[in-house]
C-alpha cells in the first residue's frame, strides 16, 4: 500500500532507540534513522526531530543504582543527558542541528506557541534541522507535557506538518497484546480513532521509556485530527526505513482527517488544559451549536473549579455534565460567581459598570461533538 505523499514531517525517536540500555547514547539504533533522514532531505522533504532519551543519556553520570529517580536528580540527569543526544545526533549529519526546548507551559501560552512556530520555520527555510525535547531540566509536573509522544504531536501541528512518524520499539498497533498472544495483528490502517482503538492500547513495554501504546495513540488523535498523517513504527528495524523511502506503510498508519481544524481550534482542544468549569443551561447549549453563539452570562447556571482571565475552561451541561466546548475565559471564576445567569443590564445596575458580553466569544470557543 503506497503512503501519502508529504513534504515536511516530524519524526519521534523514543528512549528506547536513543539509550537502549540505559547507559548513554548509543547508535545502534539510530544510524538507520539518520540515514533515512539524509534521504529524505536529499528528495527536498523537510524534517524535525522529536528526541527522548535525555535522562537515559546522562544517568551513567550519576552513582544511582536504584530503579527509582528522585525528581531533582531525574532533572539532573536530563540537563546532562541533552547535550548528549544532540552530540549522538549532530555527529549523523554534514548539515547543522538546532536544540529547541520546550515545556508545556510554552505550548498553551499562544504567544510563546507562535514564537515557537516562527523559530522551527526559520529553521528549515535556512535548512537546519530542528531538534525538540521537552525542557525536563527544568520543568514542574505542572508544565510538563509528560511523553514525547503527545510532544510530537504537538509539534507536528505547530509546524504545520504533513506526516507524523513515531519511531519506538514496537511494529505498530495490533488487535491484541503481542507480548501475551502469538496470534496478534498488526492493524496497518486505522481510519478513525475511537473507543474500541483505545480499548487496544496496552502500556508501556520499555524500561526506559515513559510513554506506552496509549500515549502514541493519544498522539496519533491528536495530530490527524490537525490533518497529519501519524505512523507508529518500530525503530529497531532498519529495513522500515527502507519501506518508508519505497512510500509504503512501515507499521500501522492513522490516517488524517478530511476536514482538519484550524491551527488555533486544535490548539484550543489539544494543547490548551482546561482550569474550571462552567455549567449551563439547555438554550444556552442549543445556541452554542445551532447559532455558533458566543457564551454569555444569562446561560451559566453554576461555576466550578478556580481560574483567572484568560484560561481555558469546559463548559458541561448543567443537566446531564456533558462536554459541550472547550474556551478561553474572559473572566476569572470569582467574577463569575456573581454575574451568572444575569443580563448586562442587570450586572451594569448592580454593579456600577458595562460588562464584557461574551464571557466566552465565539473564536474563542471549540465545540466538542453532539453525541
Same mark, same amino acid.
Given at each position: 500500500?503506497?503512503?501519502? !505523499?508529504?513534504?515536511?514531517?516530524?519524526?519521534?525517536?523514543?528512549?528506547?532507540l536513543?539509550?537502549?540500555?540505559?547507559?548513554?547514547?548509543?547508535?545502534?539504533?539510530?544510524l538507520?534513522?539518520?540515514? @533515512?533522514?539524509?534521504?529524505?532531505r536529499?528528495?527536498?522533504?523537510?524534517?524535525?526531530?522529536?528526541?527522548?532519551?535525555?535522562?537515559?543519556? %546522562?544517568?551513567?553520570?550519576?552513582?544511582?543504582e536504584?530503579?527509582?529517580?528522585?525528581?531533582?536528580?531525574?532533572?539532573?540527569?536530563?540537563?546532562?543527558?541533552?547535550?548528549?543526544?544532540?552530540?549522538?545526533?549532530?555527529?549523523? @549529519?554534514?548539515?547543522?542541528?538546532?536544540?529547541?526546548?520546550?515545556?508545556?507551559?510554552?505550548?498553551?501560552?499562544?504567544?510563546?506557541?507562535i514564537?515557537?512556530?516562527?523559530?522551527?520555520?526559520?529553521?528549515?527555510?535556512?535548512?537546519?534541522?530542528?531538534?525538540?525535547?521537552?525542557?525536563?531540566?527544568?520543568?514542574?509536573?505542572?508544565?510538563?507535557? %509528560?511523553?514525547?509522544?503527545?510532544?510530537?504531536?504537538?509539534?507536528?501541528?505547530?509546524?504545520?506538518?504533513?506526516?507524523?512518524?513515531?519511531?519506538?520499539?514496537?511494529?505498530?498497533?495490533?488487535?491484541?497484546?503481542p507480548?501475551?498472544?502469538?496470534d496478534? =495483528?498488526?492493524?496497518?490502517v486505522?481510519?478513525?480513532?475511537?473507543?474500541?482503538?483505545?480499548?487496544?492500547?496496552?502500556?508501556?513495554?520499555?524500561?526506559?521509556?515513559?510513554?506506552?501504546?496509549?500515549?502514541?495513540?493519544?498522539?496519533?488523535?491528536k495530530?490527524? =485530527?490537525?490533518?497529519?498523517?501519524?505512523?507508529?513504527?518500530?525503530?529497531?528495524?532498519?529495513?522500515?526505513?527502507?519501506?518508508?523511502?519505497?512510500?509504503?506503510?512501515? %507499521?500501522?498508519?492513522?490516517?488524517?482527517?478530511?476536514?482538519?481544524?484550524?491551527?488555533?481550534?486544535?490548539?484550543?482542544?489539544?494543547?490548551?488544559?482546561?482550569?474550571?468549569?462552567?455549567?449551563?443551561?439547555?438554550?444556552?447549549?442549543?445556541?452554542?451549536?445551532?447559532?455558533g453563539?458566543?457564551?454569555?452570562?444569562?446561560?451559566?447556571?453554576?461555576?466550578? %473549579?478556580?481560574?483567572?482571565?484568560?484560561?481555558?475552561?469546559?463548559?458541561r451541561?448543567?443537566?446531564?455534565?456533558?462536554?459541550?466546548?472547550?474556551?478561553?475565559?474572559?473572566?476569572?471564576s470569582?467574577?463569575?460567581?456573581?454575574?451568572?445567569?444575569?443580563?448586562?443590564? !442587570?450586572?451594569?445596575?448592580?454593579?456600577?459598570?458595562?460588562?464584557?458580553?461574551?464571557?466566552?466569544h465565539?473564536d474563542?470557543?471549540?465545540?466538542w461533538?453532539?453525541?
Open positions: 500500500m503506497k503512503i501519502p !505523499a508529504w513534504r515536511r514531517a516530524v519524526i519521534k525517536v523514543g528512549s528506547a536513543i539509550a537502549p540500555d540505559g547507559n548513554g547514547c548509543s547508535s545502534k539504533y539510530l538507520a534513522i539518520a540515514r @533515512f533522514i539524509n534521504e529524505c536529499e528528495r527536498g522533504q523537510e524534517i524535525v526531530l522529536v528526541s527522548s532519551g535525555s535522562v537515559a543519556a %546522562g544517568r551513567h553520570h550519576f552513582n544511582h536504584e530503579k527509582t529517580v528522585p525528581v531533582v536528580l531525574k532533572k539532573a540527569m536530563a540537563a546532562v543527558g541533552q547535550t548528549q543526544v544532540m552530540e549522538s545526533w549532530a555527529r549523523f @549529519f554534514d548539515f547543522p542541528c538546532a536544540q529547541v526546548l520546550m515545556t508545556h507551559d510554552d505550548l498553551r501560552d499562544r504567544e510563546r506557541y514564537s515557537i512556530r516562527n523559530t522551527v520555520n526559520a529553521l528549515l527555510e535556512h535548512g537546519i534541522m530542528p531538534i525538540a525535547n521537552e525542557n525536563d531540566a527544568l520543568a514542574t509536573d505542572d508544565l510538563k507535557v %509528560g511523553d514525547n509522544d503527545n510532544l510530537a504531536a504537538m509539534v507536528a501541528t505547530v509546524v504545520d506538518a504533513d506526516a507524523l512518524f513515531i519511531c519506538s520499539d514496537i511494529d505498530g498497533l495490533f488487535d491484541k497484546d507480548n501475551k498472544h502469538k496478534a =495483528t498488526l492493524i496497518p486505522v481510519d478513525e480513532i475511537d473507543q474500541n482503538i483505545y480499548a487496544l492500547a496496552g502500556g508501556s513495554a520499555s524500561a526506559v521509556g515513559t510513554g506506552g501504546m496509549r500515549t502514541k495513540v493519544e498522539a496519533a488523535e495530530a490527524t =485530527t490537525h490533518g497529519i498523517d501519524t505512523y507508529i513504527l518500530n525503530g529497531r528495524k532498519g529495513s522500515k526505513f527502507e519501506v518508508l523511502l519505497r512510500n509504503e506503510n512501515p %507499521g500501522t498508519l492513522f490516517k488524517a482527517k478530511e476536514n482538519p481544524l484550524s491551527n488555533k481550534k486544535h490548539w484550543l482542544r489539544h494543547t490548551l488544559i482546561a482550569q474550571g468549569e462552567i455549567l449551563v443551561d439547555s438554550d444556552t447549549i442549543k445556541a452554542l451549536r445551532e447559532e453563539s458566543s457564551l454569555l452570562s444569562p446561560g451559566i447556571v453554576d461555576i466550578q %473549579g478556580n481560574f483567572d482571565r484568560g484560561d481555558a475552561v469546559l463548559i451541561s448543567a443537566e446531564n455534565m456533558e462536554t459541550i466546548a472547550k474556551g478561553i475565559c474572559r473572566y476569572s470569582h467574577e463569575l460567581i456573581h454575574i451568572k445567569g444575569q443580563t448586562d443590564t !442587570a450586572i451594569a445596575e448592580a454593579y456600577g459598570y458595562s460588562p464584557i458580553s461574551e464571557v466566552i465565539r474563542d470557543l471549540m465545540l461533538s453532539k453525541k
